[in-house]
C-alpha cells in the first residue's frame, strides 16, 4: 500500500545536529553522521538538512560534510542552506545530495529558482517558506532564519514559486516549530489549496496522528518533523526515533 512520504528534517549548526523551538535556542543533539546511519536502520523515506547558520552568517554550504553525509545515507537527501548561485546547485548535487533546498535566495533572488530548475530539473529544485502570524493574526513569510519579516503572502509566494520551476514546497510554521503540538493546519490548507506541486507540512508534529492530519486534513504530499524523531519523554533527552511502516500505514488509512 502507497502511503506518504514521512520525512526527518534535521538542522545543522557548526557541524553539529540541533534542534530549536520557534527558531530560537538550538539544542545541540550528537554528530550528523551517527543519526543518519540510525536512520538508515529505521529505513526512512527521506531526509532533509538545512545548515539554519550558513544564510545569516553569509557563508558556504559545509561541502565536506554533506558530501559524508550523503556517502552514508541510504535514502534520498535534500539540503538546504547558504545557497546562492547555480554554481553552489551544481557542486551540491553532484556530491550525491538529490535534492537543493532554497529559502531565502527564493526571495531576494527568485531567478535562481528557475535557473536552477532549468539546469537540473524541478525534480530537484525545493523552495523551503518559514512563515509566521504577525500581531494582527495574517500569515507572512520570513527570510533569514526567520529573522527577517518580508511583508509577503505565503500563498501567494507558493504559487510565484511554482511558476518559476520549483518542483516541491516545504512549509515550516516558526510558530509551531518544535512545539510538538500539532501542525497549523489552516496554513497548509491554504497553501495546498493554491499550488499543484507536492507541499512538505513542518513544524509542531508531535505524534503519528498529527502527521496524518498534516496529509488528510492539511492535504500535504508529505509529513516532515524534527523534534518527534530527536526527542522523547517529558525532558526532551535525546533519542532517535522512527514509527514504524505499519503504524504510519494504519494512522494514514
Not at 125 to 130: A, C, E, L, P
Request: aromatic fraction near 8%; include cysteine; proline fraction near 5%.
Amino acid at each position: 500500500m502507497y502511503r506518504p512520504r514521512v520525512i526527518p528534517c534535521l538542522l545543522l549548526k557548526n557541524q553539529g545536529l540541533v534542534k530549536t523551538v520557534r527558531f530560537k535556542d538550538p539544542k545541540y543533539l550528537g554528530d550528523p553522521i551517527n543519526i543518519v546511519k540510525i536512520f538508515n536502520d529505521k529505513e526512512v523515506d527521506e531526509l532533509v538538512f538545512l545548515d539554519i547558520a550558513a544564510t545569516v552568517e553569509g557563508r558556504e554550504p559545509p561541502y565536506a560534510l554533506l558530501e559524508d553525509i550523503a556517502s552514508e545515507a541510504f535514502m534520498p537527501l535534500g539540503y538546504g542552506g547558504g545557497i546562492r548561485s547555480l554554481d553552489q546547485v551544481r557542486t551540491i548535487l553532484g556530491l550525491g545530495v538529490e535534492k537543493v533546498v532554497i529559502n531565502t535566495s527564493a526571495f531576494e533572488n527568485p531567478g535562481l529558482v528557475s535557473e536552477a530548475a532549468g539546469l537540473v530539473g524541478s525534480q530537484s529544485v525545493v523552495v523551503s517558506m518559514d512563515v509566521r502570524k504577525t500581531f494582527w493574526g495574517k500569515y507572512e513569510v520570513c527570510t533569514r532564519g526567520g529573522r527577517k519579516a518580508t511583508g509577503l503572502d505565503p500563498m501567494a509566494f507558493a504559487a510565484e514559486m511554482e511558476r518559476l520551476g520549483a518542483g516541491e514546497l516545504v512549509l515550516n510554521s516558526i510558530d509551531r516549530d518544535g512545539t510538538m503540538k500539532g501542525y497549523d493546519l489552516d496554513l497548509i490548507r491554504a497553501v495546498t489549496g493554491r499550488v499543484n506541486i507536492p507541499v512538505v507540512a513542518c513544524g509542531g508534529a508531535g505524534s503519528v496522528a498529527d502527521l496524518a492530519a498534516a496529509v488528510k486534513e492539511g492535504r500535504a504530499s508529505a509529513a516532515g518533523a524534527g523534534s518527534m524523531f530527536v526527542f522523547h519523554g517529558p525532558h526532551r533527552a535525546v533519542l532517535i526515533s522512527y514509527p514504524k511502516d505499519e503504524d504510519l500505514k494504519t494512522a494514514f488509512g
